[in-house]
């Protein structure tokens, strides 16, 4: 009765597509799913409407109301010009920079998006050609706007768009504006609430200028000019994965001292099918086998690959045989850590006043290091919008030298606000030149802040459930983590559960209840054990998956201790693996 019920109810909302205001192609998409005897399609289209939720839109491609097309980012774009018109209602002049990446309709919803602006009066400056996400937040701060959007899915599989929306600190919305904008968005009823009539003297385009300007500021964050100088003919692989890192990435590495950068031309190729790899994610280890083969060809140093939007880094180098290995998220983000940090102090940089981030679901050998060190770390939840958030609120008062998470995202300098894969890669590579400089490889880098500071060993596994009984399924489990909470991981008992959905801690030591300072709630749960043990649990906010964040440590004091210490930690990360049924 329930699927009969739903199947009527998502009918129904099919049928007024067909009736409404819509284009021949959207409504003949339509049909094909009514007249399809598998409803799945049709359920997975319209059981919901695709929600604008605190950083945007991100769904899959086609007709219907829950999918990424022109209506829906239409309804969302104006939502958004609406609440800019009532925000500030007393400029003369509202202004928004619109970006996108190299998927399939991007520049097809990115020029839309200009004209409902437009048509509302709304300044925009659309970028000619695809552009990297970190530098559609630097063009906000940079042309004084009030708001943006880059159209992009990130590393999302390639059936995925996504709208994300900035505001005008160059930061991802966050309270008040997030939830008012949608309330704007939930406002409009229909598509002839729409202004699709573009005012097309409203419209500029920007790029290189911008480009160039963006460079020049990637640029200042060089702390070790010398050691680049010396080692300017490192042999760098970078791949775009047919992405918009090919439109700054090169050059931003010639700008600050290299000379040695080589491509992987199947994937210099623009292309929203990403034709040469299973998912454009430089998390996924297939997705760098083209570069690592292109490394081991050259006889390269390092591999740098970077998502379809540029925010994202993937990494590989040399381990001590010479063969190449991936560096994992959490391993990026303590290598340039590690190196703001250390170089800083070198250099008599550090004041007192320094601070980095890092997310709730990273690697806590961060903090470790940062408290040695002497300078502050910062928790936030999982997304560059919190970081942001920490870095607006320390303005003027503190400096912030870097900050990332485990998911392969860093952020070096504050004039970008959301994580950057263009100045990561510049950092990156800065930290090979600086590390030959001092007779090691980047490899035996890492290996010294495990011996110096711990050893620590990371894994992510997702769970993948697509569709509404996916989404029913991991709501449940994370429904079932709450109410019969794990009491043992890898054989040592809880100490401490954190869930910050109720924003509530127990502290099984002191048999405490605790209270978590954050802004807000957020769907995760994290269990530790006293030897060091994290594991948290959370669902995606972009994708149908729900992700657990297992983190083991050791200590070691020769190079030869720490595989015996890796070793140990895969056979804990086996053993929690089991308990957990993953």
Known sequence: MEDETLIAQVTSKANSWLEGNYDATTKDEVQLMLDNEDKKDLIDAFYRDLEFGTGGLRGIMGAG???????????????????????????????????????????????IAADIFSANGIKVYLFEELRPTPEV???????????????????????????????????????PHDRNIIAEVNRIKNTDEIKFDSNSKLIEFIGKDMDKAFIAEVKKLVLSPEAIERNNDIKIVYTPIHGTGGKLIPD?????????????????VISGDFPTVISPNPEEPAALNLA?????????????ATDPDSDRIGTAIRDNDGEFILVNGNQTFLLCLYYLMTRRHELGLLTGKEFVVKTIVTTELAKKIADIKGIEIYDSYTGFKWIAEIIRRNEGIKKYIGGGEESYGFLAGDFVRDKDAVSACTLFAEIAAWAKDNGK???????????????????????????????????????????????????SPVSLIKDFGKLEGIDFVSNENIVLEMPTTSNVIQYFTEEGTKLSIRPSGTEPKIKFY??????????????????????????????LGI
């Not at 004091?557 to 056979?571: G, H, M, N, R, V």
Request: negative net charge; glycine residues 8%; contains cysteine.
């Open 65 to 111: 109301s829950n999918r990424m097309n022109i209506y829906t980012v239409g309804t969302a774009t104006q939502g958004l010009a609406n609440y800019l018109k009532k925000e500030f209602a007393g400029l003369d002049e509202i202004k928004v920079v619109i970006g996108h990446d190299c998927r399939n309709n991007s520049r097809k919803f990115a020029e």
């Open 137 to 175: 937040s630097y063009a906000i701060r940079k042309l004084g706007c009030q708001s943006g959007i880059m159209i992009t899915a990130s590393h999302n599989p390639k059936e995925y768009n996504g709208f994300k929306a900035y505001w005008n600190d160059g930061a991802q919305v966050l309270a």
């Open 252 to 268: 931003a590495l010639k700008a600050v001292g290299f000379t040695n950068i080589i491509n992987v031309p199947e994937q210099d």
């Open 292 to 304: 690592i083969k292109r490394a081991v060809e050259t006889d390269a140093d390092i591999v740098m």
């Open 550 to 579: 297992i983190e083991v440590t050791g200590s070691s004091k020769t190079c030869e201790e720490l595989a015996q210490a890796e070793l140990k930690a895969y056979e804990k990360i086996d053993s929690i693996r089991q308990e």
């Open 441 to 491: 490889s980047v490899y035996q880098l890492l290996q010294d802040i495990y011996l110096e500071y711990g050893y620590s060993k990371e894994v992510g596994i997702s769970l993948v459930r697509k569709g509404k009984e996916g989404a029913d399924e991991i709501e449940a489990m994370m429904k079932n983590f709450r109410t019969n909470p794990l009491t043992s991981l890898g054989g």
